[in-house]
């Protein structure tokens, strides 16, 4: 098991920004796609954003142009910065990683406890 320790959630008014931070640690483990999906009520998870370490960066088209996601890859970490935040953005938002352990063909999927961003006036 790798933890995921994730940072920066939190209650914003609509128009406001957050920024989340995803700190991954695991001996042997490269992480080879950092990002976060969300949560809100009664819906399912959904892809928010993920970043490979060479930094290809795909987007949910609800998120394009307001969310940011970038790494530091020295220190196995994924931030996402989050501008005119929407109420429709609130939910509960989770770090993932795709991770590949040295010597093996096989990739890991490993998940952070969650963080909940609410966005409300």
């Known amino acids: 098991q790798v933890p995921l320790v994730e940072s920066g959630g939190g209650l914003v008014q609509p128009g406001g920004s957050l920024r989340l931070s995803c700190a991954a640690s695991g001996s042997g483990f490269s992480f080879n796609v950092m990002g976060w999906y969300r949560q809100a009520p009664g819906k399912a998870r959904e892809l928010v954003a993920t970043a490979t370490t060479g930094d290809t960066r795909n987007y949910a088209d609800s998120v394009k142009g307001r969310f940011t996601i970038s790494r530091d890859n020295a220190e196995n970490t994924v931030y996402l910065q989050m501008n005119n935040l929407k109420p429709e953005d609130t939910a509960v938002y989770y770090c993932?990683?795709?991770?590949?352990?040295?010597?093996?063909?096989?990739?890991?999927?490993?998940w952070g406890q969650g963080t909940q961003v609410t966005v409300s006036s």
């Open positions: 993932y990683t795709r991770a590949r352990l040295t010597g093996s063909p096989a990739d890991y999927t490993f």
